[in-house]
């Protein structure tokens, strides 16, 4: 086997509390054939310091500047724009994201590696994701795990449909969905780099189209904690669901997927546009009952949604949060 050049990278923001952290334990992988991408997105000055740092120590370090953030109010997934410049510069045989406050197990890139290179059919390759606190203290027993209970290879997309089913997929659980995926990254180049529905676009644009692989000895330690991004997106009312929208038709899916039979293309598209618009009606009520009425009506006027589902839903949640009081108060 050969050793392939495989690809790492970390955009920065924030000032740098986990970050040297998760920097370290991509620097600490047992597999060296690392080009390691940090990028530093308009960030912190102690982030800034911290990067340059890095990469003078390390001449595996590529180290990727922006003045200022892209971050805006009105396009919050306009911060992908540093994934694509990554993909666009880099050299890597094979890409993973991580983020700067989650942590790799030492063996991680070693395990990947091994994944695709056993199985040449093999598009994206994963570990174990357990959770972790804002300590780095882990959140269940592995040992206990519910799901991520799959063979080491198996179709894309059997796992995928596995994970549409109602109920907890045995196959599949993630809190980074198909972020953390590590992907062979001519396919990422191919569907025109990263989409701004990160997650959705991997697993039903990339992870169907050919076998992927599984490694519970390799650990993607996913962190919990209030700061996360996803968490101050949501309170403000961004919950991607345009952007799946978009997924659909950009990435043609559809179409894409007719080659696993009709059928299933119909039941994918579907389940997608009935999860989203669900999603979209449930957040838009819960926030209006907590009286966040811009997050409510930014969430609303994500989609194209009509009005009278929206009332359908309000007496459902009065009645589970009157069942959830009642409850808690018997105990």
């Excluded at 000895?217 to 669901?241: C, D, E, L, P």
């Excluded at 978009?246 to 579907?270: C, L, P, Q």
């Excluded at 811009?294 to 069942?323: D, E, G, H, W």
Aim: aromatic share 12%.
């Amino acid at each position: 086997m050969n050793n392939p050049l495989f690809t790492v990278f970390v955009v920065a923001f924030y000032p740098p509390k986990y970050l040297p952290i998760a920097v370290e334990s991509i620097m600490n992988q047992t597999y060296d054939n690392l080009e390691i991408i940090l990028v530093n997105h308009g960030a912190h000055i102690n982030t800034i310091n911290y990067i340059n740092k890095v990469s003078k120590k390390d001449n595996r370090v590529r180290v990727v500047h922006y003045e200022h953030n892209l971050y805006s109010d009105s396009d919050p997934m306009s911060i992908i724009s540093p994934w694509n410049k990554v993909l666009e510069i880099s050299k890597g045989e094979y890409i993973l994201q991580i983020a700067d406050d989650n942590i790799l197990s030492n063996n991680y890139v070693e395990k990947m590696v091994k994944l695709f290179q056993e199985n040449k059919e093999c598009i994206t390759a994963a570990g174990l994701v357990t959770s972790i606190d804002s300590q780095g203290r882990a959140q269940y027993d592995s040992s206990t795990r519910e799901s991520n209970y799959r063979s080491r290879y198996m179709p894309g997309h059997v796992l995928i449909l596995d994970q549409l089913r109602k109920g907890k997929s045995p196959l599949f659980s993630s809190n980074g969905g198909g972020s953390i995926f590590a992907i062979k990254r001519e396919l990422l180049v191919n569907i025109g780099g990263y989409h701004k529905a990160v997650e959705e676009a991997i697993e039903f644009g990339i992870v169907p189209f050919g076998d992927t692989g599984f490694d519970d000895t390799a650990v993607y330690y996913w962190r919990h904690h209030s700061q996360q991004t996803n968490k101050k997106f949501s309170k403000m009312g961004w919950i991607g669901s345009k952007e799946r929208l978009d997924m659909i038709k950009e990435h043609e899916i559809y179409k894409r997927w007719k080659v696993f039979g009709t059928s299933k293309a119909n039941y994918v598209v579907k389940t997608i546009v009935d999860n989203t618009y669900k999603e979209v009606a449930w957040k838009f009520v819960e926030n209006l009952f907590m009286f966040n009425i811009k997050a409510a009506f930014r969430i609303y006027n994500s989609v194209n949604f009509q009005l009278y589902a929206t009332f359908i839903l309000i007496p459902i949640f009065m009645s589970i949060q009157l069942k959830t009081k009642i409850i808690n108060s018997l105990r």
